[in-house]
């Protein structure tokens, strides 16, 4: 049977090496023989040779194999190789210095063929089991960011959703007043959206507030929050921004917006809308809760609808 991975073998005694390597390769292993301590080093961390198991003799030309050992178990390119010490004696204090050294096993010499291969294949499990844990683990961190990802973030418009707005609107308040430093809030509703649903159907529907997310995600800077608060109304937080500045942000969104129709399919074939936006501006007052500053920055939105739509209004404490 032929086995998968390598072995590499070092020890002071060139017979001991030969002997070993033989015995694996005639038990189907892939043994190689390194000259010191120093190629064996050199060896697992080529990328090359995906060494499995390092059989390291105790003393070596070059020194003790317990520092190559340590080496070994330091360099996380080698940490999660399996290692048996080879010992001349069975010494206690040198098995446990080994252990303590990052050892898996050791074997004394001169060493029985039928311990030897059961050894190694004991430490070729160990590595592979190690290395499962590894990607498993790996993959599970993975997975673990997506879905904590996922339940950020709003499937349709792939803004942030409203439980990570809340939570970032409490920290950038908490924020404001640590650093004395502005803070606004605009709340953005498109014109007349449930005129498109009934037109031209929720897809149409879906494409525009798509295309609008992708348009306020392209307009505001990466320190800002923009998120998709509930059906067609999206809320931006805006960091150190004043009322003045928040404002201006908000026209540039409302031109911008009025400015790029939006393609959506039809059953007589692409369709270019046009499409607007009232968009509410508060900034954060003193002692300002933050259900406080999103009911002002809501107030001043429901001007803005009143007062003709596609247009910005500001609360009325900021003007």
């Known amino acids: 049977m032929k086995y998968s991975g390598e072995i590499l073998v070092v020890d002071a005694e060139p017979l001991v090496v030969e ?76 098995i446990l210095s080994a252990l303590d050294a990052g050892a898996d096993e050791c074997l004394q010499k001169p060493i029985n063929r ?35 990802q996922t339940a950020l973030t709003d499937a349709l418009t792939q803004l942030a959703n409203r439980r990570a707005f809340e939570t970032r609107l409490a920290y950038e308040i908490e924020r404001s007043r640590r650093y004395h430093e502005p803070l606004s809030l605009l709340i953005l509703d498109l014109d007349h959206f449930k005129r498109v649903n009934d037109t031209y159907g929720h897809a149409a529907g879906d494409a525009v507030l798509q295309s609008i997310a992708a348009t306020i ?46 393609t ?31 009911a002002a920055a809501d107030r001043a939105l429901y001007r803005a609808k009143q007062t003709g739509r596609n247009r910005v209004a500001v609360s009325e404490k900021d003007e």
């Open 114 to 148: 039928a311990e030897l291969i059961a050894r190694v294949r004991s430490l070729l499990r160990m590595k592979r089991q190690i290395d499962e844990l590894r990607h498993a683990n790996a993959r599970l961190e993975e997975l673990n960011q997506q879905l904590e």
């Open 19 to 94: 002997l070993v390597v033989r015995r694996l390769t005639e038990a189907g292993f892939s043994a190689r023989a390194a000259k010191s301590g120093h190629e064996a080093i050199e060896l697992t961390r080529a990328t090359d040779h995906p060494f499995e198991v390092v059989l390291v003799g105790s003393r070596l030309g070059d020194g003790s194999g317990l520092e190559v050992v340590k080496k070994l178990r330091a360099d996380p390119s080698t940490r999660t190789i399996s290692i048996a010490l080879l010992t001349a004696q069975r010494d206690p204090e040198e």
């Open 217 to 262: 995600e392209h307009s505001i800077r990466k320190v800002d929050q923009a998120a998709r608060y509930g059906g067609e109304e999206i809320a931006i937080i805006a960091p150190m921004t004043n009322a003045a500045g928040a404002r201006v942000l908000a026209e540039r969104l409302c031109g911008k917006i009025a400015e790029t129709p939006v």
């Open 264 to 294: 959506i399919s039809t059953p007589e074939g692409a369709r270019s809308v046009a499409v607007t936006v009232s968009i509410g501006v508060a900034a954060l007052a003193p002692d300002q809760a933050h259900e406080q500053l999103f």
